[in-house]
């Protein structure tokens, strides 16, 4: 089964608000060394794969390219990333290469640097086409950038394009959310990602919410119950205008879903390197499923070559995640695959589970498929944990 790759970049031009990622502004005279190990790693992929036990495939479906900015490099630095890739990796001709960016960063040299690696997909972090929404969490880009930006790439031939928004920012409203999201479909764009604000302590907003402060516009973030009413809107909305929702966060035009993404909620294998990168191939081990494995977080300790991390994929574990990957698909689950997968024994100890849920009316079952209703996809994490917490873990698979 052909391999996507992810590459993080985790460099920014500035660190947003809200972000939890492991990425930060740092100075350039980083960025050589970090993709000096990133190809490294690379050249290195069959060697890696096997110490961490996993299969190796020499085939590639789809790159990704994500931070971070991954468009803060120069474009020779982006360009030895993807010779890199080319030089380990048979890339089929029709796969599918994405890169992140932010809005702002694609002047026409940087352009021009894409085509040269094959870059067909674009993803622009906009966040909010409301200027003074995305100013309040750091965001550097106006909306005019945006269109800017949009038109410059559809001019080189690049079309394939996301719109990242985020639902619950500070200052945001019913009003501004509705503008956002017609501004989103003015662009016609093909694909577009809307994820609720997180509120946790990996970011700096989120921290502030949670201890009840007001730096970072903290006491102007929308409650949880409207923000979930932008999200609810933005479903709706999007569906009427043919964007339909296919993933609990992304929407697409028929045929613009992402291949890449599919990967991971599908489980199909994928290798990841840079920085907070996670891969997941295939066991070599009949006493597990696939392996897990992630490298560090830390940028230093990274470019230091601190080795990645495994975690082998049990029977019932690969289970689970069947169910909480494959149910952030609006197709659902299909338990047919799931009892050819892993036995008649399996699915019927979550069978309460999912009875449960369908009372709760946060799962639909029709036919053979199960899939989460639109109140579900609100509480997906709720949803999730039943199936963790359901049994299937008793080693009666």
Known sequence: ????????????????????????????????RYVDRVCADIASAPR??????????????????????PTVLEAAQLERIFAAVRAQFAVQPDAEVTVECAPGTLAPAVIDGLLRCGVDRVSLGVQSFIDGEAAAVGRLHKRATVLEDIARLRAAGIT?????????????????????????????????SVYMLEVDEDSR?????????????????????VTA???????????ARGVAQYEISNFARPGFESRHNLKYWTRQPYLGFGVDAHSMLRSVSPEAEAVRFATSDVLEKYVAGSPSQNTMVSRTAALEESFF???????????????????????????????ELVESELMRHSGDCIRLTPRGRLLSNEVFQSFLASGVGNGSM
């Open 1 to 32: 089964m052909a391999l996507g790759i992810y590459i993080s970049v985790p460099f920014c031009r500035t660190k947003c608000s809200y972000c939890n990622f492991a990425s930060d502004v740092f100075s350039r005279v980083v960025f050589e």
């Open 48 to 69: 890696i794969a096997q110490e961490m036990g996993g299969q190796f495939d020499h085939e590639v479906d789809s790159i990704y390219l994500g931070g971070g900015t």
């Open 160 to 192: 394939n394009i996301n719109i990242d928004l985020i639902a619950g920012l500070p200052h945001q409203t019913a009003e501004s959310w509705q503008e956002s999201l017609e501004e989103t479909l003015a662009t016609a764009a093909p694909h577009v």
């Open 205 to 225: 907003l989120g921290r502030e919410l949670i201890a009840g402060g007001t730096r970072y516009h903290a006491h102007f973030v929308p409650d949880e119950d």
């Open 229 to 239: 009413d932008f999200y609810v809107t933005a479903c709706d909305r999007l569906a």
């Open 325 to 355: 990957l494959g149910l952030r698909l609006n197709r659902g689950v299909d338990l047919c695959e799931v009892t050819a997968d892993f036995g008649e024994r399996a699915l019927n100890n979550l069978r309460p589970a999912i009875a």
